[in-house]
């Protein structure tokens, strides 16, 4: 009996010396699209061809919380946005016509500060995919 005392006794003061656990969960107010926004460098290259180097901007969807606005996406002038859903750590524009453009295509984060996307635009005529790296200026 006293030894069980005594192992009871001896586990309960292991547990003074053991560290605290603290789950850390996600802010819940925090912002997906955050890390997305700013300018960035596209470097992109045609599957078949040439290669061009192009700024697109990148702000917040003031009309949904889940979006983002990627103005001059795929090198269509700066007067035209498209708009990309974001997840984690990727922006995925669905299909949608800009500037006359059937676009679509994905972007995904590696690091704070590059992104690499693969996307296609049709103009009617001709479907042509890219690929690009995106980099934070």
Known sequence: MKQNRFILYLLASLLFFLPACEIEEDDPDADLRDKFIGTWRF???????NQAFYNVSITYDPGN???????????????????????????TIPAQTVASLNISGI????????????????????????AAIASKQ
Do not use: C
């Open 107 to 130: 972007g995904n984060l590696t690091t704070n500060s590059t992104m690499n996307w693969t996307y296609a635009v049709n103009d009617g005529a001709d479907l042509i995919s890219y």
């Open 43 to 49: 470097d992109e290259s045609e599957v078949k061809s």
């Open 65 to 91: 919380s889940s979006q983002v606005l990627l103005k001059n996406f795929a090198n269509v002038g700066n007067f035209h946005s498209a708009y990309g859903i974001v997840t984690a750590d990727r922006i």
